[in-house]
Nanobody, 124 residues
Framework: QVQLVESGGGLVQAGGSLRLSCTASGRTFSSYRMGWFRQTPGKEREFVAGISWGGGATYYADSVKGRFTISRDNAKNTAYLQMNSLKPEDTAVYYC?????????????????WGRGTQVTVSS
């Protein structure tokens, strides 16, 4: 079992930045692919960014490409999502997800473990 805890959400003005963190329990974090997803009320959860277990490969949704950066520090069992140039449409609950597999997956079904989420609100 892996437990994921997100932090770093909050309220920010449009154009601002936030960095989300996702800390995982367990000793095999380096063997897990990690992903960030987001969801707003009434909408389906959508993929935001993913990173391979070694950090050598990343992938982004078109809507965040060039503005968000996913990274990981396996020594700290933590994945990050640096969000710059935030827009009101980025407002959502952000979830991190993990799976003990290689590669990157953009579908939620590709992940076995999920955090409880952290709220990001971008004001205009």
């Amino acid at each position: 079992q892996v437990q994921l805890v997100e932090s770093g959400g909050g309220l920010v003005q449009a154009g601002g930045s936030l960095r989300l963190s996702c800390t995982a329990s367990g000793r095999t974090f380096s063997s897990y692919r990690m992903g960030w997803f987001r969801q707003t009320p009434g909408k389906e959860r959508e993929f935001v960014a993913g990173i391979s277990w070694g950090g050598g490969a990343t992938y982004y949704a078109d809507s965040v490409k060039g503005r968000f950066t996913i990274s990981r520090d396996n020594a700290k069992n933590t994945a990050y999502l640096q969000m710059n140039s935030l827009k009101p449409e980025d407002t959502a609950v952000y979830y991190c997800a993990a799976s003990p597999s290689s590669g990157i997956r953009t579908a939620g079904a590709g992940y076995d473990y999920w955090g409880r989420g952290t709220q990001v609100t971008v004001s205009s």
